[in-house]
């Protein structure tokens, strides 16, 4: 069965330190990966995805991610952080064999300090 | 429209009522998929609808919860009987319909049950 694990249910960070958002998954074929940004009392906001190539891929707002095949991973990173990037981050899996919704992790309370 | 929109934006009904929320998909958009997001729950994926093909409805959780698609476009999610479990917001998502395709959510509609 496809799975997201999302470790961490809060990451802290102080502005202009990088960041790392943690997530791993579990599909039975090939994945396509996204990560979502969730404002208070918004939709999902879609930030970045991996389908196939590059393994780091390059999204809105600065953000980047890797895929690892070895470790299952697909973690979000920034170099240095906002204050306005404090928000909740969703990584999803979509099994390219058996796949149509996406399967979401708990997600991930970024809060950055100023 | 420019994205996905949902109404109304806000539910407030009594126990054992019938509710119906509304998802209007993006123009040319051919797949839609509702997802609910409890707390503590995370996003669960409810139905998802392709085309004239058969909805996937092996997300929804009970036989309370229904939904159409007429013509392709706007699609109705109706939860009969609400219980108080049903509170959550209820997102909808559409994309174009390719497995690789990036998912827009709408702002989502938050359901209260008293």
């Known amino acids: 069965a496809q799975s997201v694990a999302q470790p961490e249910d809060q990451v802290n960070v102080a502005e202009g330190n990088p960041l790392t958002v943690k997530c791993t998954y579990s599909v039975s074929g090939n994945p396509y990966l996204f990560w979502y940004v969730q404002y208070p009392n918004r939709g999902l906001q879609f930030l970045l995805k991996y389908i196939t190539g590059d393994n780091l891929v390059k999204g809105s707002y600065g953000f980047e991610a890797e895929f690892n095949k070895s470790q299952t991973s697909f973690h979000l990173k920034k170099p240095s952080a906002l204050v306005s990037d404090s928000a909740l981050y969703f990584c999803a899996v979509r099994d390219m064999s058996a796949g149509t919704a996406l399967i979401f992790g708990k997600g991930t309370t970024l809060s950055v300090s100023s | 429209g420019a994205g996905v929109s949902q109404s109304p934006s806000n539910k407030v009904t009594e126990k054992g009522k019938d509710v119906e929320l509304r998802c209007d998909p993006i123009s040319g958009h051919t797949a839609l998929y509702w997802y609910r997001q409890s707390l503590g729950q995370g996003l669960e994926f409810l139905i998802y609808f392709q085309g004239n093909s058969a909805p996937d409805k092996s997300g929804l959780p009970s036989d309370r919860f229904s939904a159409e698609r007429t013509g392709g476009s706007v699609s109705t999610l109706t939860i009969q009987r609400t219980q108080q479990e049903d509170s959550a917001v209820y997102l909808c998502?559409?994309?174009?319909?390719?497995?690789?395709?990036?998912?827009?959510f709408g702002p989502g509609t938050r359901l209260l049950v008293l």
């Open positions: 998502a559409t994309d174009r319909g390719q497995f690789g395709e990036t998912q827009y």
